[in-house]
C-alpha cells in the first residue's frame, strides 16, 4: 500500500472576496512524482505557499509529510525543500559557499556538510569549480546545483516551482534525469511546470483552472478521459471548458 506523505481535503483560501484556492481535495504518495499544472493565476502559487509551510489556509484539512499546516509549520519546512526559478541559490556567492550556508540553515553539521559536498561536487563533475560564484555559471548549471542544494539536507519532500524555465531542451532532461534519481531514493517531488511534455515525466498530474483542481490523474489516464493525443492537448480543451 502507497504511504500517503501530503494529505490535502477541502483546502480553501481566501483573500478577502476572492478565493485563491476553491475546496482542492488530493493527495500525494511517498516517492511519487507529482505534477501541480495550470495556467498563471489558477492558485498554484497560492496552494504552494500553504503546502510550506509559509501561509495558513482559510479553512479545509492540509497535512504535509504527517504534520500539521496550522500548527506544525516549523516541522514542515524542516522536512521539506524548495527550489524556484526566479530565486534559488545567491549569485554572489561561490558554488561551495551556498552549499554551506543552505545545508547550515537545515541544521547539518560541519563534517556531514563536508561529506555531501565532495560526494555532491563529484558527482556533478564540478569539483574544480566549487570556488566560482554562482553569478559566472550557466543558467542550466545553475539549476542543476538548485535542485541539489534544495534536496542536500535528504528532505521528505521537494517543491519545484517552474524549476525548468528558461533552459534548453538537453538540459531540461538532464535535470529530469536528476528528478527521477530523487525518486527513486524515496524523496517526493511536488512540480509545477508550463512544459506541457514535462507532465508526461510525472507519475500522475493534477491541473487547476480558477482555483479549483479540474481533472488528476496518470498522464495516459487523462490523454484517455479528454481524447487527446498528448497533454497539450488535455490543457487546451480544460482551459476552454471543454
Not at 511519487?32 to 495556467?39: K, T, V
Not at 504552494?48 to 500539521?68: H, M, N, Q, R
Not at 547550515?104 to 570556488?131: F, P, Q, T, V, W
Not at 519545484?160 to 534525469?177: A, C, M, N, S
Request: proline share 2%.
Amino acid at each position: 500500500m502507497n504511504e500517503t506523505i501530503i494529505q490535502v481535503k477541502d483546502l480553501v483560501k481566501k483573500f478577502g472576496n476572492f478565493t485563491a484556492n476553491d475546496k482542492l481535495t488530493f493527495h500525494v504518495n511517498k516517492g511519487e512524482i507529482f505534477g501541480f499544472l495550470g495556467a498563471n493565476g489558477a492558485g498554484k502559487t497560492t496552494a504552494i505557499k500553504i503546502l510550506c509551510g509559509l501561509s495558513s489556509p482559510t479553512s479545509g484539512d492540509v497535512k504535509v509529510a504527517g504534520f500539521d499546516v496550522y500548527k506544525q509549520t516549523e516541522l514542515i519546512k524542516k522536512n521539506i525543500g524548495y527550489m524556484s526559478q526566479k530565486f534559488s541559490l545567491y549569485e554572489n556567492l561561490s558554488i561551495k559557499e551556498n552549499i554551506r550556508f543552505f545545508a547550515g540553515i537545515y541544521g547539518l553539521s560541519a563534517k556531514e556538510i563536508k561529506k555531501r559536498m565532495d560526494d555532491l561536487l563529484e558527482r556533478l563533475n564540478i569539483s574544480h569549480l566549487k570556488n566560482e560564484l554562482i553569478a559566472s555559471l550557466p543558467l542550466g548549471w545553475k539549476q542543476k546545483l538548485a535542485f541539489s542544494v534544495a534536496i542536500f539536507h535528504q528532505p521528505k519532500i521537494v517543491f519545484l516551482d517552474e524549476p525548468t524555465g528558461g533552459v534548453d531542451p538537453i538540459t531540461r532532461r538532464q535535470f529530469w534525469d536528476m528528478i527521477y534519481q530523487a525518486s527513486n531514493d524515496g524523496i517526493t517531488v511536488f512540480v509545477t511546470t508550463h512544459y506541457m511534455d514535462e507532465a508526461e515525466y510525472c507519475d500522475r498530474v493534477s491541473i487547476m483552472v480558477d482555483g479549483r483542481i479540474e481533472a488528476l490523474d496518470t498522464p495516459a489516464g487523462l490523454k484517455k478521459s479528454y481524447q487527446a493525443e498528448n497533454m497539450d492537448g488535455v490543457f487546451l480543451k480544460l482551459a476552454r471548458g471543454k
